[in-house]
């Protein structure tokens, strides 16, 4: 099931991220986080925090190719579980 199906306050915010980062064409780090200022590098993976620091989408970036993976979409708690671990 879709995370927006379950937190449905959700999607809006989710498909606004999804726009931004379609429309971006971001070199590295810093050009990311000049346009999407709620993003931290943790680890291996990119956090952007979504909805008003209610939701994180984690994901992994290759910069060099243009791609992005979603790991995991989550929300603030899950997040907060899920970072302990890492």
């Given at each position: 099931?879709?995370?927006?199906?379950?937190?449905?306050?959700?999607?809006?915010?989710?498909?606004?991220?999804r726009k931004a980062i379609e429309a971006?064409?971001?070199?590295?780090?810093?050009?990311?986080?000049?346009?999407?200022?709620?993003?931290?590098?943790?680890?291996d993976f990119y956090v952007f925090d979504?909805?008003?620091?209610?939701?994180?989408?984690?994901?992994?970036?290759?910069?060099?190719?243009?791609?992005?993976?979603?790991?995991?979409?989550?929300?603030?708690?899950?997040?907060?579980?899920?970072?302990?671990?890492?």
């Open positions: 099931m879709s995370f927006a199906k379950v937190h449905r306050l959700a999607g809006k915010p989710l498909q606004a991220w971006g064409d971001f070199a590295n780090f810093s050009e990311l986080k000049a346009i999407m200022n709620a993003t931290d590098r943790v680890g979504i909805g008003r620091n209610k939701y994180r989408i984690v994901a992994a970036i290759h910069f060099n190719r243009q791609m992005l993976f979603v790991r995991h979409v989550l929300t603030h708690a899950e997040y907060d579980r899920w970072s302990s671990r890492q």
